[in-house]
């Protein structure tokens, strides 16, 4: 079955008998008003004055195809190639996690307590380590927002990297990428030493896979989200030993953590003699952000 014409009250009647099987109604209007602006340069709230109106057979095709790839689950950001994070777009593909809420709270955070008078760390020259960077978003976003500050961020995929250095150039901020393992780190990033470390590392575990959404499982990159049950705490562990030894006086460690793990990953931190450690929780109620100083 296809669109039966080109105009915009087709368009959506298809949208609506395909899919709303598969999406709650204010999600399906919503991925239908990307899909117009992006595929049309047609706003949201002009779908319901303009119904008459008609879109080109090639941008017909567009919706078509976006049809198809919902219809299997494929998250919209990666059909549209993009993705909104913390007031910026960032381009995303499958071999970048699409950006979340809740990583927006954990930067917001970050930038609020460097903003805070007398803070220990402000200075104008802060270093800055993003772990596991992905599409960038939490590099990008923190030097858009403390310009100042010095940001390497690093990733064990090459082709990450390249996402995150297109994100970089599209948010003109400089950004220093390196390729590297943190359960292994190179001297290339051990010869640094940081002000804020901040990672949002692998942290499903295999056995949540049956609890995670098709959208998720099928697309988004297995690497960058799962862990094996018999070390959930992997790279927390190895993030804050790497932090011990690379964090300047008073620097921070900052964490995206799993809501499961919540209080064993702040004991780790309290067992590594980490202070002022914090166990934050995101706006739906989860552990979600742990913190702590040297």
């Not at 104008?124 to 772990?131: A, C, F, R, Y």
């Not at 599209?170 to 990428?177: A, C, G, P, R």
Request: charged letters at 25%; proline letters at 3%; one cysteine or more.
């Amino acid at each position: 079955m296809k669109i039966a014409s080109n105009k915009i009250a087709d368009i959506i009647r298809y949208f609506r008998n395909e899919l709303s099987a598969g999406y709650e109604k204010e999600e399906l209007d919503t991925i239908m008003a990307w899909c117009f602006e992006e595929f049309a340069g047609i706003k949201k709230h002009e779908l319901n004055i303009q119904t008459e109106r008609t879109v080109s057979e090639s941008q017909l095709l567009k919706f078509n195809f976006a049809v198809k790839d919902l219809k299997q689950h494929k998250p919209i950001q990666y059909i549209l190639g993009k993705a909104d994070f913390y007031g910026m777009q960032f381009f995303v593909n499958s071999n970048v996690l699409i950006p979340r809420p809740e990583t927006e709270e954990l930067v917001d955070l970050i930038i609020k307590e460097f903003q805070i008078p007398n803070s220990k760390i402000q200075n104008q020259s802060v270093n800055i380590l993003d772990i596991g960077t992905g599409s960038g978003c939490i590099a990008i976003a923190l030097k858009k927002h403390i310009p100042s500050a010095k940001v390497v961020a690093l990733d064990i995929s090459e082709e990450a990297l390249k996402v995150a250095g297109q994100n970089a150039l599209l948010n003109n901020v400089q950004i220093n990428f390196l390729q590297d393992n943190i359960l292994h780190p190179s001297s290339v990033i051990g010869h640094n030493s940081f002000d804020i470390i901040v990672s949002n590392p692998p942290y499903v575990c295999i056995s949540e896979k049956d609890e995670m959404q098709k959208n998720v499982l099928d697309y988004e990159p297995h690497l960058a989200l799962f862990v094996e049950d018999s070390n959930p705490l992997l790279f927390y562990n190895a993030i804050a030993d790497f932090a011990l030894t690379h964090l300047n006086r008073n620097g921070r460690l900052y964490f995206e953590i799993n809501g499961m793990y919540g209080e064993e990953t702040k004991q780790l931190m309290v067992e590594k003699g980490f202070k002022n450690i914090e166990l934050k929780k995101d706006l739906n109620n989860k552990n979600r952000i742990l913190r702590g100083e040297i």
